[in-house]
């Protein structure tokens, strides 16, 4: 069973940014990609970003929306995934969820943690 725990979320003003991070605990041998995932009043969850990859070499992807603003990274030393928010704007609010994608069976998920960017 695996554990995701996300942290960094927060009140900031537009323009500003925050970092989240995503921390697991239990066995990551079974995850094939992980993620942020944004969930907004009345809106469906969408994916913000992935990575995939837990070598040298990783590939991230990113919604439209927040490409050159946002950036995932993962520490396999401390089991951490992180995403770098700037320049945030205030369409970026919403609950954020960490995802690990599982090669087989359901994906794991985290809590999530708020973030809320004012104008």
């Known amino acids: 069973q695996v554990l995701l725990v996300e942290s960094g979320g927060g009140l900031v003003q537009a323009g500003g940014s925050l970092r989240l991070s995503c921390a697991a605990s239990g066995s990551l041998s079974d995850i094939n990609a992980v993620g942020w995932y944004r969930q907004a009043p009345g809106e469906q969850r969408g994916l913000v970003a992935r990575l995939t990859g837990t070598g040298v070499i990783r590939r991230a992807s990113y919604a439209d929306s927040v490409k050159g603003r946002f950036t995932i990274s993962r520490d396999n030393a401390k089991n951490t995934v992180y995403l770098q928010m700037n320049s945030l704007k205030p369409e970026d609010t919403g609950v954020y969820l960490c995802?690990?994608?599982?090669?087989?069976?359901?994906?794991?998920w985290g809590q999530g943690t708020q973030v809320t960017v004012s104008s």
């Open positions: 995802n690990g994608e599982r090669r087989t069976g359901p994906d794991y």
